[in-house]
């Protein structure tokens, strides 16, 4: 478990064959879980996310639950200790409640930030997994279903196939390298969260999935992918929608466009000064 009150540090590259667990780990981490109508799951995520990162801080942010998540969280905030939410006023997606938890992270201090559901679709004992890889180097460490050791138990095979194939479709178009680039259980360190100029983030669902790992890329970011089992959520109704997957694949599109736009325009300026 994550020893308390160690000094803060900046994050450092692990020294070559060095082993570096949580006992060790002395940066402060925030974990953000958006929220509407999690009634159901919140209380026993937020312990969860207690057993995993014993010391870390969390935010929920709300989107105005109708069924009271905000107060039930309030209510917890007492016996889990640096619990925080984040009120605001109607649905406005999900990487807007990102944006939203990332600025009030950074704002507050803290090293990284860690994104992740709160229907039990992201198992909280995988966090320190997560966390730990910051240690050597990377500034975004995604929980990846596609690398050796990931998986999806509980899926038909037409979900696996458009989930897997708007993966490959991301990566060829964008030039990722990631396996995973939808995915939305990830850790990012502060470093590359303020490079990457928040307000400048549009998408939500799986395009901010996307964009954000494109944005990481394109500053040089080091990324990394450590293996998950997704499983579907335990209580509560999916917000996924088919309007927020084409979102994702029409800018996928758009992002390509101008990959190659800004390709051409380099070759052009290269061929120009030879």
Same mark, same amino acid.
């Given at each position: 478990?994550?020893?308390?009150?160690?000094?803060?540090?900046?994050?450092?590259?692990?020294?070559?064959?060095?082993?570096?667990?949580?006992?060790?780990?002395? %940066?402060?981490?925030?974990?953000?879980?958006?929220?509407?109508?999690? $009634?159901?799951?919140?209380? $026993?995520? @937020?312990?969860?996310?207690?057993?995993?990162?014993?010391?870390?801080?969390?935010?929920?942010?709300?989107?105005?639950?109708?069924?009271?998540?905000?107060?039930?969280?309030?209510?917890? *905030?007492?016996?889990?200790?640096?619990?925080?939410?984040?009120?605001?006023?109607?649905?406005?997606? !999900?990487?807007?409640?990102?944006? $939203?938890?990332?600025?009030?992270?950074?704002?507050?201090?803290?090293?990284?930030?860690?994104?992740?559901?709160?229907?039990?679709?992201?198992?909280?004992?995988?966090?320190?997994? @997560?966390?730990?890889?910051?240690?050597?180097?990377?500034?975004?460490?995604?929980?990846?279903?596609?690398?050796?050791?990931?998986?999806?138990?509980?899926?038909?095979?037409?979900?696996?196939?458009?989930? &897997?194939?708007?993966?490959?479709?991301?990566?060829?178009?964008?030039?990722?390298?990631?396996?995973?680039?939808?995915?939305?259980?990830?850790?990012?360190? *502060?470093?590359?969260?303020?490079?990457?100029? !928040?307000?400048?983030?549009?998408?939500?669902?799986?395009?901010?999935?996307?964009?954000?790992?494109?944005?990481?890329?394109?500053?040089?970011?080091?990324?990394?992918?450590?293996?998950?089992?997704?499983?579907?959520?335990?209580?509560?109704?999916?917000?996924?929608?088919?309007?927020?997957?084409?979102?994702?694949?029409?800018? %996928?599109? &758009?992002?390509?466009?101008?990959? @190659?736009?800004?390709?051409?325009?380099?070759?052009?300026?290269?061929?120009?000064?030879?």
């Amino acid at each position: 478990m994550l020893a308390c009150g160690a000094p803060r540090r900046l994050f450092s590259r692990a020294i070559a064959g060095a082993r570096t667990d949580l006992h060790s780990l002395a %940066v402060r981490v925030l974990v953000v879980i958006p929220t509407y109508n999690e $009634a159901e799951n919140i209380e $026993a995520i @937020l312990r969860a996310v207690r057993g995993a990162l014993p010391c870390a801080g969390i935010l929920v942010v709300d989107d105005g639950s109708p069924d009271g998540t905000a107060d039930l969280v309030e209510k917890a *905030a007492g016996e889990l200790g640096e619990v925080h939410v984040l009120r605001r006023h109607g649905k406005s997606g !999900l990487g807007s409640a990102y944006r $939203a938890g990332f600025r009030w992270g950074l704002e507050a201090g803290y090293d990284a930030c860690v994104e992740m559901d709160a229907d039990f679709s992201h198992d909280p004992a995988v966090l320190p997994s @997560l966390v730990t890889r910051l240690e050597e180097g990377y500034e975004l460490v995604i929980g990846s279903r596609y690398v050796p050791g990931g998986k999806i138990p509980n899926w038909s095979w037409y979900r696996h196939l458009l989930s &897997w194939g708007g993966n490959r479709y991301a990566d060829i178009v964008l030039g990722l390298g990631v396996a995973d680039s939808t995915a939305g259980f990830r850790v990012y360190a *502060a470093s590359v969260l303020r490079r990457i100029e !928040l307000d400048r983030v549009r998408a939500d669902g799986y395009g901010f999935q996307i964009e954000m790992t494109y944005r990481t890329r394109q500053l040089g970011g080091r990324i990394s992918e450590v293996p998950i089992s997704f499983v579907d959520r335990v209580a509560g109704e999916s917000k996924m929608s088919w309007v927020i997957v084409a979102e994702a694949f029409a800018l %996928v599109a &758009w992002w390509g466009v101008l990959r @190659l736009v800004r390709g051409a325009r380099r070759r052009l300026g290269a061929a120009r000064t030879s």
